[in-house]
């Protein structure tokens, strides 16, 4: 697996790998992680080959280095290894490099579309402040990098049919199979929301209304905080309602001056201490591919309100485990009020996504490329 972002990095991608990686492993597969190196001390299992990279301020990731010797250099360390399927987590970087190694092994290529990538255009820290028009350049950039990348393929992994419709539309004609990515259900089943309340301040008969997320434009969190203090005045006095947001980002200072009680990052049983804490929660991001933490949420016990976009109703079925909203302050803040009714069927509602099942389908994938490419090959 090539991924430009891994351990110790804390991010959605890197995540869903270091899942999936013991899942296939219990299935009697061997998994060979390529990734970035890391400017601080880091201990890798070892099956992680890291490649030379420099960290990146901005978005606060290592930014592999796909250097003219990467390539000799990973197949050196790859020598003797037998490789079946090679597997892309992006469509640059080590995304470039993926294509190069399957080539030489003669192995099948399986990318994963993770990101709607046009909408982290102002990640590169020099465009920040630079006109619309730029960013919205340097986002086409990207959609055609993606479409180009995906020539290169022999079949792409769509986390949600919101997926295969964008890379249809963009004329991208490489077999998709769609394949939610999985959680660790018993994992968010089981969290202690009291001690998180008593932990920072919050009151048993508190209305927690909570989100996770990177706090950065790309997640429409001001518009969420506009929803959240809308809610809030039409609220009754009693009791306290409060805004519980988990994540770090560059719009952690505006969230606090609109109302929420910002706790930063937080893994492992932490962060499932947090979803328990929560009455309901709540979402507005347009660029999803899928709701990851949607989908955590809802393992968690905890009804969903949220923008009715891609990525979110694959997983949210309003009125049934949540509410889907227009992107409406008013409506969304409805939205908010009206979702704690629909608690009983959440974790229900995501048991398809449990990490067997997951793992399972992955399996049968690299299983059916690996037989379509030995049929070209001869």
């Known amino acids: ?27 009697g597969h061997q998994v060979t992680i390529v990734a970035p190196e890391v400017n601080y001390q880091f201990t890798d299992p070892p099956n992680v080959i890291r490649v030379p ?16 010797f990467l390539t000799k250099y990973l197949l050196a360390c790859m020598w003797g290894t037998q490789v079946d399927v090679v597997h892309s987590h992006h469509p640059f970087l080590l995304g470039d490099v993926a294509v190069t190694v399957a080539r030489d092994r003669r192995a099948p290529l399986v990318f994963t579309y993770h990101t709607m990538y046009e909408h982290y255009a102002h990640f590169g820290g020099f465009w920040h402040d630079a006109e619309g028009v730029i960013l919205d350049a340097v986002g086409g950039a990207l959609t055609v990098k993606v479409v180009s990348y995906t020539k290169h ?5 769509a986390p949600s049919t919101d997926v295969v419709k964008t890379l ?7 077999p998709i199979e769609v394949i939610p990515t999985g959680i660790p259900l018993e994992r968010f089943a089981c969290g202690d929301g009291r001690a998180f309340r008593r932990r920072w301040g919050y009151g048993t008969d508190d209305f927690v209304v909570g989100t996770v997320s990177r706090l950065s434009q790309e997640k429409n969190l001001p518009f969420l905080a506009q929803a959240i203090t809308r809610a809030r005045s039409v609220w009754p006095p009693a009791p306290p309602f409060r805004f519980l947001v988990v994540g770090e ?26 979803y328990h804490a929560m009455d309901v929660f709540a979402f507005a991001s347009l660029v999803e591919t899928q709701g990851m933490v949607i989908a955590e949420a809802l393992a968690a016990g905890v009804p969903v309100a949220a923008v009715d976009a891609p990525g979110v109703r694959d997983v949210v079925v309003d009125r049934v485990n949540g509410r889907l909203s227009t992107f409406s302050v008013e409506k969304l803040a409805e939205a908010i009020l009206e ?32 037989a379509i490419h030995r049929v070209r090959r001869q």
Request: hydrophobic residues 45%; aromatic residues 6%; contains cysteine.
């Open 339 to 370: 979702a704690r009714n629909y608690r009983a069927a959440t974790r229900s509602s995501v048991q398809h996504l449990s990490v067997e099942n997951w793992a399972a389908r992955i399996e049968r994938l690299y299983q059916a490329a690996i």
């Open 168 to 174: 249809r539309r963009r004329d991208v004609f490489t």
């Open 1 to 27: 697996m090539f991924t430009n972002t891994f351990s110790p990095h804390v991010g959605g991608v890197a995540r869903l790998i270091e899942t999936l990686i013991p899942a296939l492993q219990a299935r």
């Open 153 to 157: 393929v022999q079949t792409i992994v």
């Open 53 to 68: 990279a420099v960290q990146a301020a901005a978005a606060d990731v290592a930014v592999p280095l796909t250097l003219p």
């Open 249 to 274: 980002g560059p719009l952690q200072q505006q969230l606090r001056e609109q109302g929420a009680d910002c706790v930063g990052t937080l893994q492992g049983q932490d962060l499932v201490d947090a």
